[in-house]
């Protein structure tokens, strides 16, 4: 079985900013791992995932993640925050051949003027 | 297209009630869940579908029926409701499961749901 924590509920941060949102998992076999953003009164929608090869992977709005195998960690980075990416943030983790994607806790990004 | 669309946006049950919520995808996609969102619980998995006539638990079933009838179609009943199935439910669909390549999940914009 898989399972992700996501280490922060919430992370402020200043417009133009770093930010970084942290994600480690447990599994006992190879993973594919998601990164999901939900803005305010909306569904779900995919930002990155890491499937094999280059363990930088590159997302939607500037966001890319770092999959870290020794360290069982997948950290969604962006160098400069903007006022629109305000949202909730859920990392996510499917085991090979898996049915079923495992959910963090989910981190809410607030970013302040 | 538009994607995975869900009914009713929102609605307050009373305790007891039985409602449906429905949920359609139109991208011909085999895989079908429905999740409950739960303030600093994240996604929990309630039931999901990997294809017409197949349905199978998730991590949190009980209090809640499925059914598959067609491949487009997955509607979440709720029999004898509860307040402790107050919650936002979410509808996803993909053409495989997460586990096969990484398959994205696509979600409908959810429904919100108040039993008092």
């Known amino acids: 079985a898989q399972s992700v924590t996501q280490l922060d509920s919430q992370v402020p941060v200043f417009e133009e900013a770093p930010v970084e949102l942290r994600c480690n998992y447990s599994?006992?076999?190879?993973?594919?791992l998601f990164w999901y953003v939900q803005y305010p009164n909306q569904g779900l929608q995919l930002l990155l995932k890491?499937?094999?090869?280059?363990?930088l992977v590159k997302g939607i709005n500037g966001f890319e993640a770092e999959f870290k195998k020794s360290e069982t960690s997948f950290h969604l980075t962006k160098p400069s925050a903007h006022m629109s990416d305000a949202a909730e943030y859920f990392c996510?983790?499917?085991?090979?051949?898996?049915?079923?994607?495992?959910f963090g806790q989910g981190t809410r990004l607030t970013i302040n003027p | 297209n538009a994607g995975v669309t869900q009914t009713p946006k929102f609605r307050i049950l009373k305790i007891g009630q039985s409602m449906t919520l429905q949920c359609a995808q139109d991208?011909?996609?085999?895989?079908m869940y429905w999740y409950r969102q739960d303030p600093g619980m994240g996604l929990k998995l309630i039931y999901y579908?990997?294809?017409?006539?197949?349905?199978d638990k998730g991590e949190v079933p009980n209090g809640y029926n499925v059914s598959r009838s067609t491949t487009e179609d997955f509607p979440l009943r709720l029999e004898l409701a509860a307040p402790s199935q107050t919650s936002v439910y979410f509808c996803?669909?993909?053409?495989?499961?997460?586990?096969?390549?990484?398959?994205?999940?696509?979600f409908g914009p959810g429904t919100r749901l108040t039993v008092l």
């Open positions: 890491y499937l094999s090869g280059s363990t």
């Open positions: 996803a669909s993909s053409y495989s499961s997460a586990g096969s390549r990484g398959n994205e999940q696509f």
């Open positions: 996510a983790v499917a085991g090979q051949g898996a049915q079923k994607l495992v």
């Open positions: 991208m011909n996609h085999n895989y």
């Open positions: 579908s990997v294809g017409a006539g197949i349905t």
């Open positions: 599994s006992s076999v190879s993973v594919y």
